[in-house]
């Protein structure tokens, strides 16, 4: 499974500038739905519900919010970079402003691991994580998560 599997270039997020987590959260959640036609109410309550069992805050400015949700037909995800970092009760206390936001249908069982695994492993390159931070569009920023080795040489 690929990045470019999970996301389109509508699905890429630059300039964000949510004021907390719930807005942030509320954010994506209406990106998601313009991408699957889903209400945005759902979505939401979706994240929000996995929030509450714990963050999706993994640290090093880099959250995963994700969820399952009913009627969606693939795996699909939105990434957004924040213009400005925000409290997000990451595992290391830190702020947050690379966020990834996976949704997968009810029954994605070890696909939606595999895709969660998948993001993880990207964000967890600090290369690829310093090239996101420095990109200059939406465009590039698409780029460098979708090269398949999980890093680019697209100049940022």
Do not use: W
């Amino acid at each position: 499974m690929q990045i470019a599997d999970l996301l389109s270039p509508e699905g890429v997020l630059t300039g964000l500038k949510p004021k907390d987590k719930k807005q942030l959260i509320h954010d994506l959640s209406a990106r998601a739905a313009q991408l699957t036609h889903l209400p945005e109410r759902r979505v939401f309550e979706v994240l929000t519900e996995r929030e509450r069992l714990g963050t999706t805050g993994v640290g090093q400015g880099i959250a995963i919010p994700h969820g399952r949700v009913a009627d969606l037909d693939k795996i699909m995800g939105v990434f957004a970079r924040l213009e400005t970092p925000i409290a997000y009760d990451a595992v290391d206390n830190q702020p947050v402003d690379l966020v990834f936001m996976l949704l997968a249908p009810e029954g994605a069982g070890a696909d939606h691991l595999k895709a969660l695994a998948r993001v993880s492993r990207l964000l967890r390159n600090q290369a690829a994580c310093e090239k996101l931070r420095s990109a200059s569009n939406a465009e590039v920023l698409y780029a460098i998560l979708t090269e398949p080795s999980g890093t680019s040489s697209v100049a940022a």
